[in-house]
């Protein structure tokens, strides 16, 4: 059941209104269903105050998250709330226009475009969907990472999905949970389809 | 990263075609963020695919969840996808005309409805958000919920949420996720905020 009552009061000089507004990084990992889809259903909850979201999938296939991608650009143009660009690895990343090499190279251009995002804040909730991916690999540092985070400016919330999210992201992070899988339908043999995993 | 292939393949005397259209039953439990949030965002994929959704709330406060709430009505309502219809224990239930004694008796009369519904195939998702509550109280039989469930007609898919989510449940239901709670900004004592926590 919801609880609005934190457990302790800070001794951090913040007003309960500064903390209140505080920029947050929330990291969903484990090995679970629903990190992906929680980090789109925050999205709703953004697009519902107004806030421009900035969606970036680092993932090759350029089909998945099709459900949520076209609920969440038809949420967009409705002009009931906010606005909601969505940028996807899969497909080379719009604003690169030669031929992308690797992954590697593929997901390092998605993070510089993130930095410039953040730098001019253009968003004000990120999704980096499976973005802890690179950072597991090595491809992207995280150490630069989490001080591009810590020192972005204005209020600006970021969530970063995918298994495996290096320990000293989830020790920067204000909130981690751990999509534990207790049960899943593959296990049993079943696969996946339409309307429930894309 | 996304994976297509089940481990096993099952002796069930079904067709990949059958097994994969099979009905299904998420359990989202825990006492980590997420658990509604990921069914929402479920129903981001069956609104894609053009399926009746229906929600059910079993929490008391009417103001729950209203930024999913919106989202998923305006969805429904352009046409574009699936329909949306939203139920809320916290305003008495729509189809209930006289006062409700207490919150037992208001989720029991939510189950009857689901029950009504299920037998109707009214919806293609049911969302039975914080319906592991109830249960969990005793105030509805979980026996009975899974044996609703198994006998239910057609293919209609079930996302039921909500903490301590009865062990009869999680091994009736084909897919289980617990939500494990590592950090949250409460325990530093940070307070709930706008578009993030509601």
Chains 1, 2 share one sequence.
Do not use: C
Request: cysteine-free.
């Amino acid at each position: 059941m919801p609880q609005g009552q934190p457990t302790v009061v800070p001794n951090d000089g913040l007003t309960t209104r500064q903390r209140r507004n505080r920029p947050l990084v929330f990291v969903h990992t484990g090995t679970g269903k629903g990190k992906s889809t929680a980090a789109f259903g925050l999205a709703l909850r953004a697009w519902n105050q107004g806030w421009p979201v900035g969606v970036f999938q680092f993932v090759k296939s350029a089909k998945w998250r099709v459900g949520e991608e076209r609920a969440l650009r038809v949420l967009g143009e409705t002009g009931e709330g906010g606005t909601v660009a969505w940028h996807k690895m899969g497909e080379g990343w719009s604003w690169v226009q030669r031929d992308i090499e690797s992954s590697e190279e593929a997901a390092r251009e998605g993070w510089e475009q993130v930095k410039r995002d953040l730098a001019a804040e253009s968003y004000k909730l990120y999704v980096l969907d499976e973005f802890a991916y690179p950072m597991h690999w090595g491809w992207i540092d995280t150490a630069e990472v989490i001080e591009v985070l810590r020192n972005r400016p204005g209020t600006q919330h970021v969530v970063i999905t995918g298994r495996n999210a290096p320990q000293e992201l989830q020790d920067f992070a204000d909130l981690v949970t751990d999509m534990t899988k207790v049960k899943h339908p593959m296990d049993a043999g079943q696969k996946g389809q339409r309307g429930i995993e894309w």
